[in-house]
């Protein structure tokens, strides 16, 4: 798969991070638990917020959403969100028989400028290899049982290009604001790996 370029980790920019977080915790600086909210912050609230932007206006706009599955780079530019790993993006619709999932098999390539950083499992061996031989039974780790008629499509993230999963929008939100839309909009439903969230609040219940 020579064609399958990934963002190498930079090793040697973790390690020089790890030290410094050892030497501030060590003298005091910062504490261990704010390092680990201001983590939380980034990995589940600014940057997928982002990429929730992106979705309710594709659900409350059908030219934007048009113009999304043609051009996704360029459509998610008009927020403004570009940037490192964000240069070549596709988003893919679900659809209530066609469920998408994103992974990526050899590294972490993640879509930085919509969905901020990857989470630590979307990182770890199990995830990058079951995602693509039991992509149902990775689902149903998660809470998500699909039908056997639905359909998984498996997305391999690379460096030169980068998913976003585009989910339903949930039945009962005709009357919702892009903000309220947004705001039914996770990270793991633009990953693939759940449903865009209720009304009522529950867990992918959207069909
Ligand atoms: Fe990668």
């Known amino acids: 798969m020579s064609k399958h370029r990934h963002t190498e980790p930079p090793s040697d920019l973790v390690l020089r991070v790890k030290a410094l977080e050892s ?5 005091g600086l910062v504490d261990a638990a704010a390092l680990d909210i201001l983590i939380d912050t ?9 990429g929730a932007k992106v979705v309710a206006r594709a659900w409350a706009d059908p030219a934007y959403k048009t113009r999304l599955l043609a051009d996704a780079t360029t459509a998610i530019a008009e927020f403004g969100f570009v940037g490192r790993q964000g240069e070549d993006m596709l988003v893919v619709e679900n659809t209530p028989g066609i469920h998408n999932l994103t992974v990526c098999t050899l590294c972490s390539c993640y879509p930085w400028p919509v969905l901020g950083l990857p989470p630590v499992w979307y990182k770890a061996a199990p995830y990058r290899s079951r995602a693509v031989h039991d992509p149902r039974g990775v689902l149903r780790e998660f809470g998500l049982e ?5 359909e998984i499509r ?3 993230s690379t460096a030169e290009l980068r998913y976003l999963v585009l989910p339903e929008r949930p039945t009962g939100t005709e009357s919702f604001s892009e903000d309220e839309l947004a705001s039914l909009v996770t990270r793991d439903a633009m990953i693939g790996v759940a449903k865009a969230t209720a009304p009522d609040g529950t867990a992918g219940a959207n069909t």
């Open 23 to 27: 030497l501030l915790l060590e003298k």
């Open 42 to 50: 980034y990995e589940n609230k600014v940057g997928p917020r982002n």
């Open 146 to 150: 699909l039908p056997e008629d639905v």
């Open 154 to 156: 498996v997305w391999d």
